[in-house]
């Protein structure tokens, strides 16, 4: 029988329709692979994607160009701090700018697992089983307090946001490009919560706190989000179509093989500090380079430089990393952590325009 905890769930075009399984080659947009944009058209289009969060975000400029490079590197987010400092309403005006489909879940204690990937249906015209897709099957797909779920419903995100299908009854169903969860949860009230366990939060590509706002900038909320908000004027900026060219864009960005090693460093030496009992692990190390293609890319350059891995070293790799017993004590705090590791391991010297493609071997 159909679950009918759902009502929560702010449905996509897919839901409540039957799904049938899509061959694991069929993730790319509407069966086709996605067009290269250009340098100039990836230009516009990510500035008019942070133009429209900066007119509802208000000082929030590195938390709206976090969100956007963890949608552009294909990662998923996690959104975590005190309540009402516009965690939920970043998610949804980063959603709103893309014309494509996004679900909604307000995960509370009693959502079950069918409820977000989906459950098949037995049809009483046609004598067969029809899978009817959760909420899952969305573009950007926003988790609001997703610690309220039992471990049981948070374990139903685990395949999606790790290989792009849901399995359902021995039936693999593939999501589509591009696909993003946006996950936000209150790290202060732990009452009736269940703390993400650490294979949840390794496929969070990003973490971030969104702190409390300057002076200035709750001023001008103050004036302009007291008679109605302003996600209300909200409209898409970009298609999906442009978010998967975007997206191929990034994935042409050259590494190097200094930046390589130096990443493999950074990782390495978390997992051998005294300070640290877990370190980074190898997909962490993964999500990282690809995190600093996409800062890369909204820098405007097609290649990575030191300082991108740095840039968004501590979003991607503090939330993953536990500190030991004695570190956690003297006041360490894994942001620290990692400021002292970036800052003692050297950076390779390359010679001028080493960090670039070389265009004859490219």
């Keep these: 029988m159909e679950s009918k905890r759902q009502v929560t769930v702010e449905p996509s075009r897919l839901q409540g329709e039957a799904y049938s399984a899509l061959p694991r080659e069929a993730a790319a947009l509407n069966g086709h692979k996605p067009q290269v944009m250009d340098a100039e058209r990836f230009h516009d289009a990510s500035e008019r994607i942070l133009a429209s969060i900066g007119k509802v975000i208000d000082g929030k400029a590195d938390a709206a160009k976090l969100a956007l490079t963890v949608l552009l590197a294909q990662g998923h987010l996690l959104l ?63 988790g609001d307090e997703i610690n309220r779920a039992s471990a049981k419903t948070q374990s139903a995100l685990l395949e999606c946001m790790e290989e792009h299908q849901v399995t359902v009854d021995g039936h693999s169903y593939q999501l589509g490009l591009p696909f993003m969860v946006v996950a936000t949860q209150n790290p202060i009230e732990m009452e009736g919560t269940y703390p993400l366990p650490e294979a949840q939060r390794d496929r969070f590509m990003a973490r971030i706190s969104m702190g409390y706002p300057d002076r200035d900038a709750e001023i001008e909320m103050l004036e302009t989000h ?55 692990s190898p997909r962490s190390l993964l999500q990282l380079l690809r995190a600093a293609k996409a800062t890369a890319a909204l820098d405007g350059r097609d290649f990575v430089l030191p300082d991108d ?21 003297s006041g360490d705090t894994p942001q620290t952590v990692l400021r002292g590791i970036l800052a003692s391991l050297p950076v390779a010297q390359e010679p001028p325009g080493a960090w670039r493609r070389d265009k004859q071997s490219a």
């Design 80 to 142: 975590e701090d005190v309540p009402g400092v516009g965690k939920t309403l970043l998610a949804k005006t980063l959603a709103r700018t893309v014309d494509c489909t996004v679900s909604r879940i307000q995960f509370t204690p009693d959502l079950l697992p069918s409820d977000v990937t989906g459950v098949s249906i037995y049809n009483q015209s046609s004598r067969q089983f029809e899978f009817r897709p959760g909420a899952v099957f969305a573009n950007i797909v926003i």
């Design 309 to 329: 891995v740095v840039d968004v070293a501590e979003s991607v790799l503090a939330h993953r990393i536990i500190l030991d017993r004695k570190a956690a004590s």
């Design 226 to 280: 007291q008679a109605a908000s302003p996600l209300i004027k909200v409209t898409p900026v970009v298609t999906a179509a442009d978010v998967a060219a975007m997206i191929a864009a990034v994935q042409q960005v050259y590494v190097s093989t200094a930046i390589k090693e130096y990443t493999v460093a950074i990782g390495r030496a978390t997992r051998e500090s005294a300070r640290l009992r877990l370190g980074a």
